[in-house]
Structures are given as C-alpha cells and as structure tokens.
C-alpha cells in the first residue's frame, strides 16, 4: 500500500509533459544549456514540435531535448518515461510485464524501455572502479538439479567483487558474467580474474584477494551472499534470466545496491544517467551473443562421453 502511495504522489509531481521536460532539461544540462557542437550557453526556444528544440545562438545548430539520451528516437510521452524510471529506482525493479499494464503501452515497447534503463545503469556502473580494501569471490546464477564436473547450460559462472570498509562490509559491489573463453567447463581461468581485475579494480588498490574456487576457505560469505540475492531477485521479479541479457539485470541489482549504500537518491540518480547516456537500439540489444543452445549441445556431449 505504502509502495502504490509513493507511485501516486510521484505521478501527482510529474503529472504534465511540460514538468517533465522542464525536469529533464535540469537533469542533462545541470549547469545550464550547453551546445553539444560548439559548447555556447546561449540558445532560442523552438516549441513548433511536440518536444522543444534548442538552436545554439552562436552555431544555429538544433538540439532536441532527448538527442543523445536513452530517450532518443522515442515516441513515448516523457511522463510515462519518468514513471518508468520511478519504478525501476524501486528497490524490488519492475518487469515488463508489469510495466505494461502500469503505463498502457505495448509489451514491446515497455521490454525496451526497461533495456534502456538498464543501459543507463549499466553505464553508471561502468564508471566507478572498486576501490580500498576489495575483495573478489566466485558465484553463479541458476543452480541445475543434476549437478555435475561439468558446467550445466543453466549454470551461469560470476565474479563478485566488493569495496569492504573498516567494519567488513559491503560498500561497493560489481557482479559480472563470465565470458566462455574464460571458462574450462564451469572453473574460472586465471586469465578470467585477470580480465575482471584489470577492468574493474583500481590500479591503485594494494589490498586484493581473488578467490576463484567454488570451495575455497578464503571465500568471501558476503559475496556468495549478494549473488544468491541478486539470484533470487531476478527469479521472483522476472521469472529468472537467460545469458544473453543477464549482465544488464547483474548491472540494475549492482546500481541499486550501490546507490542505497551511499545514500544517494535513485531516481534523481537514474534520471541523471539516462540524460547523459546514448540510447541503446533495438537491433543492437537483440543481436547480443546467446551460446545457451551450444552449451546445451555440449553438455550432454559431454555426459555421454563420461557414461
């Protein structure tokens, strides 16, 4: 009930295309306009569209409000944006599914504004190194029924690294697939923890312990622990997920996670990145590399060669 009051009183503040864009322009251009082109302050208000344009005075280059964003090229009202990000700050996120039935639009519209969103956070992640004291631990998303020496198409490898604090807790966390040239069977190679650590581990960081066995004394309990939340998080929300799209769902656990250990303001956060980050095309996201049918192909290869 609590949850649905907070939707209500978010709508009630956004409730109007013109507050939307006024809020908008705020969230990518913080500071005040700045011409893409050029970098002039100045600029004439063109209202002829159903979103503004921004002609720079200096360069008479047109600017749209959503050009350069995740918004860009869509004909969803800004409104129903903005209650899409409210939603995906929630803590618990939102489907598609659901998403649909919130904003009135079609399944395959909400399935790719919630990409999209999820690009955004994916970018923010991107630019934030694991710093301090850091830990990293082996995980796995999708646990088989029928475990075996070798890697189940179910079973999705992880490393989850960690910022740790002087009270031994989580501050910072980064969650990543494993991709398959690191892999022998469901075993992390060490050129696997290189890539991670050169990738997202400050350079600069001295206290680092990597734990790549399944079984290892030294393994850190609170990350094993954040991957089986981030597991059961994306099961109940979202049915479970497949490889091709599971690092976007790692990275949205990942952004939340992170912005409610510094305090931070999700939506206002969220807002930011999706003012400040390229849109992700249609073609592009369901072009992703999805290996799920060879390893299923391999996998009872391999079962069989054993018997």
């Known amino acids: 009930m609590q949850s649905s009051q907070c939707f209500e009183h978010f709508c009630s503040l ?5 507050k939307c864009i006024a809020a908008f322009f705020d969230a990518r251009w913080p500071t005040g306009f700045c011409c893409p082109h050029c970098s002039h302050r100045q600029f004439y208000l063109i209202r002829t569209r159903k979103l ?3 002609e720079c005075r200096d ?3 047109q600017t749209s409000l959503t050009a350069g964003t995740i918004l860009e090229g869509s004909r969803t009202p800004l409104k129903l944006w903005f209650q899409a990000l409210y939603l995906h700050s929630l803590p618990t996120g939102i489907s598609a599914t659901k998403l649909t039935s919130i904003i009135g639009t079609t399944y395959k519209t909400a399935w790719l504004i919630c990409h999209k969103i999820r690009h955004a956070m994916s970018s923010a992640e991107s630019r934030e190194l694991l710093s301090g004291v850091v830990r990293v631990n082996w995980g796995v998303y999708g646990h088989p029924y029928n475990p075996t020496i070798f890697r189940h198409p179910q079973e999705q490898p992880l490393l989850a690294g960690g910022t740790i604090d002087s009270n031994d807790q989580i501050i910072h966390l980064k969650i990543k697939q494993i991709s398959d040239n690191h892999l022998i069977h469901d075993r992390i190679t060490r050129l696997g923890s290189l890539a991670f650590t050169s990738q997202y581990v400050d350079p600069a960081v001295t ?3 990597v734990v790549t066995q399944k079984f290892s004394r030294n393994r850190s309990n609170a990350l094993i622990s954040l991957c089986n939340r981030a597991s059961n998080w994306m099961n109940l929300v ?5 490889p091709k799209h599971l690092q976007s769902y790692l990275d949205q656990f990942c952004f939340s996670f992170n912005r409610v250990q510094s305090g931070e303001n999700i939506f206002n956060n969220l807002l930011q990145y999706s003012a400040s980050t390229s849109t992700l095309k ?6 992703r590399a999805n290996h799920s049918k060879l390893h299923k192909r391999n996998y009872f290869h391999l079962l069989r060669e054993a018997c």
Do not use: R
């Open 52 to 54: 503004p344009l921004y």
């Open 207 to 209: 206290d680092l312990t």
């Open 59 to 61: 360069c008479h280059i």
């Open 282 to 287: 249609y073609p592009e996201l369901v072009s």
């Open 238 to 242: 979202f049915n479970g997920i497949g």
């Open 14 to 18: 956004y409730n109007s295309e013109e």
